[in-house]
């Protein structure tokens, strides 16, 4: 069996940035433990898998240790796919996914993502985010995931967090955010999923979900600016629209292969 693989740089205009994740365009669903098993020897954040019938789209997203309900980088990268490599001719991607209907639309900008978006709550710090965080957060809040608040980017950026007591966490992991330096971005974070077998991500379309809404209302301003403070850093524009956010970053190739995998 032979099984195209696309390796994509996501939220990012150049190679090398951005977050990569990998995309696997199959003819049929196969076996969960075969999707799991590519994933793992893919070894990057998430891997999608996308199997295309007529004009339904159907999209997995899995890390290499479990699938997922929401991947934003992954879903860019799967559209930037169908876009670029598979022939999608229409304007607009409508995924089949575990969080409903999302679609991807081509734009001036690059490909715009249509998300659920979730609006983090105030709640008391948990003791293992508590213990795991060398500088104290002024707010946390929770949503998909904890969101913890701080005063400065630089401290955001300084953050060293110990991963083991970030896994202990009932939720799926940790976004760390502060307004951003002025005349750069609206906000910065940095996302760590040490749950999922990623100790820190470099760019999170679903993490931008929580955070968007929470610095639009802040910021009282619904189109924002996001900067993504990890080591290969990333950028994306975020668009607050009722229940929805609009996330819009561009895409670019690393590599086109092909896996082989021995018949049983």
């Known amino acids: 069996m032979r099984i195209d693989l696309y390796q994509i740089d996501a939220f990012t ?20 433990q075969l999707l799991h098993a590519i994933a793992a020897e893919n070894n990057l954040s998430e891997t999608a898998f996308f199997v295309a019938d007529g004009k339904n789209i159907e999209l997995r997203w899995w890390t290499p240790i479990a699938e997922v309900d929401l991947c934003g980088h992954a879903t860019l990268a799967a559209a930037h796919v ?27 900008d690059g490909i715009e993502l249509d998300f659920p978006g979730h609006m983090p709550l105030p709640c008391t710090i ?5 213990r795991a965080l060398n500088i104290k957060p002024t707010a946390c809040l929770k949503a998909d995931d904890y969101i913890v608040v701080y005063e400065k980017a630089e401290q955001v950026q300084a953050l060293e ?13 940790v976004a760390a955010t502060a307004r951003g330096p002025r005349g750069t971005a609206d906000y910065v974070c940095r996302c760590f999923f040490p749950k999922l077998g990623v100790k820190e991500d470099p760019v999170t379309g679903s993490a931008h979900c929580q955070l968007a809404p929470y610095w639009a209302d802040r910021l009282e301003r619904r189109t924002l600016i996001a900067h993504q403070l990890s080591h290969r850093g990333g950028e994306l524009t975020c668009k607050v629209k009722g229940e929805r956010v609009l996330l819009i970053g561009s895409a670019v190739d690393y590599l086109v292969g092909t896996i082989t995998i021995p018949d049983p």
């Open 161 to 173: 967090p110990d991963m083991p007591h970030l896994a202990r966490l009932g939720l799926r992991g």
């Open 13 to 32: 205009a150049k190679p090398f940035a951005g977050n990569p994740a990998a995309v696997c365009p199959l003819p049929y669903w196969i076996d969960d």
């Open 126 to 130: 948990p003791p293992d985010l508590n």
């Open 82 to 108: 169908l876009f670029h490599h598979r022939g999608h001719e229409a304007p607009t991607i409508h995924f089949h996914t575990r969080s409903g209907i999302l679609s991807a639309t081509r734009s001036q």
